[in-house]
């Protein structure tokens, strides 16, 4: 049923990266990408800023060194699109519009695409003079004028580009005289540009031509008077939205902008399932930080299937009574729980499997049966836990649990592991 | 899908007596490189009932903006030697080409 240890959806830096970790971790590998490998990164010139690239080099070449690396591995690419996702223990559903993917595990790297301005004339003269690509379009404003509006790092980066190409670009800040979002170096650099023209303390109101951009209203902000500014392009940089319209209807939570909500290991709110890069809320988006995170994610990956296929193998799939003892090595308690346990269950050893889950190394299966202390110990019967012990109990009372699994015991041959967990026993999801 | 450039555009475009479907292009381009092998493919099912062909914008810049391309990619289609139907956008999908052709031809 599942075809694919790990499906990686989008081969941007993220997904790549990702890609790369777990193809390498001998996880069977698949990356679904409905167009280019590369992402946003693939339509930046010059990367300046990603280590061990001393002279720098561009977006395109190390997308391509990105995904050579994945696919050494093993790593397969799959060009389609991603439709939806869906969950159900460790079976997640990618459906795709050419085909459906099973796997353990989904690491969401969709990333993040242009934000348009949402004015007039923007929709309607798109590829007609109005861009969001200064690398695709550049050559077609060779000796031309053009408007450019945002100030941040991509902003300015693009505007410096684009005057190797334009007659004259129009710089259309927001703020006040001088202050721009982007850093310092990049900053400096732009001011430095003679072709750059800054009109301070404006918005763009629309954009007006027939057929073909003809013009520009700019309104000054301060003194609140518009004016046309006649151009033949304007090249929109405001910052990206997420590409994350395939989860609005779930699984995965995503906050009031769209972007996938993780934590530190880049776990969404579904189990076994990861966000990485751009479309995961977060601070800093580059190339470094999306690989970063498909780092993180993919080893996270690795121990949830890990975790989740020796749990099964060990505790759901057994017959017989397993006691599973949720211990940790920073418990005295737990610590000296732990042999006396153990004497117990060598006492038993004909019919009596111990599982030990170290809870810090482990936190999801110590979330999932609601184990609050260390040491608790859950007696589990044909993959259903029956009997819960909390604290450092004696010999009497684990023999009472083990009484307890006597009627649990499913036949042989049976399906105990898609038995629901006892009500009232156990909190969170059945395992599954 | 044939090249058309500067010198052929007239003849083979404007002058053609099938639908002619041009993609403009640039290698610098991410979405037209991910959008030309659909286009390939669209180009082998309509052999013989439109004519594909294809536009390097950074050769002919000049062709590019005399038929109002000012960005890429841009499909447009051509039928007795004038612009009937254009999709621009970086997310230009094979099937809105298709469609855009089917209402041509049928």
Redesign the interface.
């Known amino acids: 049923m599942t075809d694919y240890d790990v499906v990686v959806v989008g081969a941007g830096p993220g997904g790549l990266t990702a890609a790369m970790y777990t193809a390498r971790a001998r996880l069977r590998t698949a990356v679904l990408e ?3 490998v ?1 992402g946003q990164a ?2 930046t ?1 010059e990367i300046e800023n990603y280590p061990g690239f001393p002279e720098g080099t561009t977006g ?1 070449e190390l997308m391509e060194r990105f995904a050579a690396q994945a696919r050494r591995f093993g790593a397969e690419f799959i ?1 389609d699109e991603a439709l939806s996702l869906s969950a159900d223990g460790m079976t997640k559903v990618v459906r795709g519009k050419a085909g459906t993917y099973f796997a353990k595990v989904v690491i969401l790297a969709p990333g993040a695409e242009p934000r348009p301005l949402g004015i007039k004339g923007e929709r309607a003269l ?8 200064a ?8 000796d031309l004028d053009v408007v450019i509006v945002g100030n941040g790092d991509a902003a300015l980066e693009e505007a410096i580009y684009l005057a190797r190409f334009v007659n004259k670009a129009s710089m259309v800040v927001v703020h006040d005289e001088g202050v721009v979002d982007a850093t310092r170096v990049i900053a400096e650099r732009a001011f430095a540009e003679p072709k750059l023209d800054w009109v301070w303390n404006s918005v763009l109101e629309e954009i007006v031509g027939d ?3 003809e013009r520009v209203r700019i309104r000054n902000l301060k003194t609140g008077a518009a004016a046309d500014l006649p151009c ?2 304007v090249f929109i940089f405001v910052g990206t939205i997420p590409k994350t319209g395939f989860l609005k209807d779930g699984p995965v939570e995503l906050d009031a902008q769209g972007y996938i909500k993780a934590g530190e290991l880049m776990e969404t709110s579904v189990d076994g399932v990861y966000a990485v890069g751009d479309a995961r809320g977060k601070y800093l988006r580059q190339v470094v930080t999306a690989a970063g995170d498909a780092a993180t994610a993919a080893v996270a990956a690795e121990r949830y299937v890990h975790e989740e296929e020796s749990f099964r193998l060990q505790v759901l799939d057994q017959v017989g009574p397993v006691f599973v003892a949720f211990w940790s090595p920073a418990s005295q308690e737990a610590l000296a729980f732990m042999p006396v346990l153990e004497t117990f269950a060598s006492g038993h050893a004909d019919g009596l499997r111990l599982v030990k889950i170290d809870t810090y190394k482990n936190r999801r299966m110590a979330e999932r049966y609601g184990v609050q202390t260390v040491p608790t110990t859950l007696a589990f019967a044909g993959g259903r836990a029956v009997a819960r012990l909390e604290g450092a109990v004696s010999a009497a009372a684990l023999a009472a649990a083990l009484q307890e699994t006597v009627g649990h015991r499913a036949p042989q041959g049976g399906e105990p592991r898609d038995a629901a967990v006892r009500q009232g026993e156990l909190r969170g999801p059945g395992p599954g | 899908m044939q090249q058309f450039d500067k010198e052929n555009f007239a003849v083979r475009v404007l002058a053609s007596p099938e639908p002619v479907v041009v993609d403009f292009w ?1 290698p ?8 030309m ?1 659909d286009m390939e493919a669209l180009a082998r099912r309509y052999e013989g009932k439109a004519r594909f062909g294809k536009v390097n ?2 050769e002919n ?1 000049r062709l ?2 005399s038929q ?5 990619p ?1 499909i447009s289609l051509y039928v007795g030697g004038g612009k009937v139907a254009e999709l ?3 997310d230009i999908a094979s099937d809105a080409v298709e469609e855009a052709l089917k209402r041509l031809l049928y």
């Open positions: 409905k167009g280019r590369g693939a339509t010139e395109p060009r798109r590829g007609k003079g109005v861009s969001y690509c690398t695709c379009d550049a050559d077609l404003y060779t057929g073909l951009v033949h392009g | 640039s610098k381009c991410d979405p037209c490189l991910a959008l092998p914008i950074l810049r590019a903006i109002k391309v000012l960005g890429v841009n621009t956008g970086d």
